[in-house]
């Protein structure tokens, strides 16, 4: 049986990808679009803030000419990115925008130049850009160049370090969709965030650490990795805020840590957590803010050190279908704008609820509340800031 040109095209990535370093990707996707009929390809990556596409270099359009930046806001790149769905353009041809996700992790936009779009081309060109999601995927985390693409300016080394740390910015499955993200995002140092998933539970960190320097950020990957440790020898919530006490202790002494450390039951629903000196969590149910529903008590920071009390009670609370869950650190909340007027927990609620209420995907909504909270503090933060977004999804 002879093969599709789409099965070529496919067997040749996938062939050539082991031994593909990034600086050919954009040459490997563009010769596998070729075998499938298309006439161009270019591999656009969303910036590390998530405001422009920038393309990987060596990009060339149909015309060969370079490939540049194209703006997230207010172009049919930027809507294929925030939507998550397929764009048609004619302008210069006709051609198709598309979603580059790695999980479900969005990742940039792919352009395909076609002689034609019909349903079985968009297919083929859904399932190529599918697929150099995985490749970036697979090289981001050691590539230099990759990460040179999604930088507009140096990093600090504090913020190097926690960067190093953090899991991918959203991670979810068919029940629940948890994003975060923190600013700014080439100084921060003391916040982090972390998620992962299993097969039944999602679980979620949240830790501003004291201070904005070095040591901060070591405080913050002290922390995640003390509970990944724990958490990957089956640890439970207790196990896992003990170890980073006793970790913080040891290596960071006298370096205190606020958190929220919490464990979601896909299945029923149920969220456990414990607060550790942390701002609470908020609910977004229906369209609205329920008022204290995750408010508990909190306990003591961590890192005070053995003299101090070690109770940590476990919360516990139930979700509804469609409930959305915040965590955050004071950057967001205390964000002030260049006459003084603070963000605010209210302000924070109401750009929630409209967001949810306009049908937007978490991972869209956090990034324009960031967005919102930089330019209300006229791009100038003066402490981290970190949001975590979950919404609860299940299928029945």
């Known amino acids: 049986m002879e093969d599709s040109a789409f099965a070529k095209a496919m067997r040749g990535l996938l062939e050539q990808a082991h031994t593909c370093d990034p600086g050919r990707l954009p040459d490997l996707v563009s010769r596998a679009a070729g075998t499938m009929g298309a006439a161009s390809a270019v591999v656009y990556l969303a910036d590390l ?19 540049g930046p194209v703006t997230i806001e207010g172009t049919l ?32 936009v792919l352009w395909t130049g076609l002689r034609e779009v019909t349903a079985e081309v968009t297919e083929d060109c859904r399932a190529l850009a599918s697929a150099t999601g995985l490749l970036v995927g697979s090289q981001a985390a050691f590539s230099d160049e990759l990460a040179r693409v999604t930088r507009s300016r140096p ?29 700014p995002a080439y100084q921060l140092a003391g916040d982090a965030f972390d998620h992962t998933l299993t097969e039944d539970r999602l679980h979620l960190t949240v830790v ?13 990957a002290v922390a995640l990795a003390g509970g990944r440790a724990a958490r990957r020898a089956g640890g439970t919530l207790a196990d896992i805020v003990t170890s980073i006490d006793e970790e913080l202790n040891r290596w960071v002494p006298g370096r205190m840590l606020t958190g929220i450390f919490a464990d979601l039951d896909l299945s029923a629903g149920t969220l456990e957590w414990i607060n550790c000196g942390h701002l609470p969590p908020l609910l977004i149910r229906e369209g609205s803010a329920v008022r204290g529903a995750l408010e508990r008590p909190p306990v003591l920071p961590l890192g005070l050190g053995p003299r101090f009390p070690r109770e940590r009670p476990v919360h516990r609370a139930s979700l509804q279908p469609g409930d959305r869950v915040l965590l955050y650190t004071d950057g967001i909340t205390e964000a ?37 909270i930089l330019e209300h503090h006229d791009h100038q933060l003066r402490d981290d800031a970190v949001v975590m977004a979950v919404e609860w999804h299940p299928a029945s």
């Open 49 to 67: 803030q998530q405001r422009d596409l920038v393309p990987l270099p060596g990009s060339r359009g149909a015309g060969g000419e370079p490939a």
């Open 77 to 108: 790149a930027g809507r294929a990115y925030r939507t998550m769905t397929v764009q048609t353009s004619e302008e210069g041809g006709p051609g198709l925008w598309l979603p580059i996700l790695n999980g479900s992790a969005r990742v940039g």
């Open 155 to 183: 990093m600090r080394v504090a913020a190097e370090m926690v960067w190093a740390f953090l899991p991918p910015t959203t991670i979810g499955n068919g029940q629940v969709t948890s994003t975060a993200l923190l600013e």
């Open 208 to 220: 501003d650490a004291m201070g904005h320097d070095l040591a901060s950020g070591l405080s913050s």
């Open 336 to 372: 002030r704008s260049a006459g003084g007027e603070v963000f605010g927990e209210q302000r924070l609620i109401d750009f929630v609820v409209k967001a949810t209420a306009a049908g937007e995907p978490s991972p869209e909504a956090t990034r324009r509340l960031l967005h919102a």
